[in-house]
Nanobody
Framework: VQLVESGGGLVQTGGSLRLSCAASGSTAEIYSLAWYRQAPGEQREYVAK???????NYADFAKGRFTASSDNAMTTAYLEMNDLKPDDTAVYYC???????????WGQGTRVTVSS
């Protein structure tokens, strides 16, 4: 599975961005498309995911501000981010997973910078 993220950029505190993730290859194997992020000097952390069955899940810091979604074919995922804060500054990665959590692939990441 190949994944390509887009939509990152520079935004002011309180602003919004929508990230996209385009999946190709063996997309029939994808059960969920998940978002992770990695801030400078920090470990990669989980952000949110959307599953083939329409379920979503969020890290605590993302609840109420971020919305994850995907199409039914699992070829495109989105992460709508609102009320962004400087702590949200990171490289955001898209990943594809099988039903029981096996990773199928990672994107190259898209950088989000939130200015104060």
């Amino acid at each position: 599975v190949q994944l390509v993220e887009s939509g990152g950029g520079l935004v002011q505190t309180g602003g919004s961005l929508r990230l996209s993730c385009a999946a190709s290859g063996s997309t029939a194997e994808i059960y969920s498309l998940a978002w992770y992020r990695q801030a400078p000097g920090e470990q990669r952390e989980y952000v949110a995911k959307a599953t083939r069955t329409g379920h979503t899940n969020y890290a605590d810091f993302a609840k109420g501000r971020f919305t994850a979604s995907s199409d039914n074919a699992m070829t495109t995922a989105y992460l709508e981010m609102n009320d962004l804060k400087p702590d949200d500054t990171a490289v955001y990665y898209c990943s594809a997973l099988r039903r029981f959590g096996e990773f199928l692939g990672w994107g190259q990441g898209t950088r989000v910078t939130v200015s104060s």
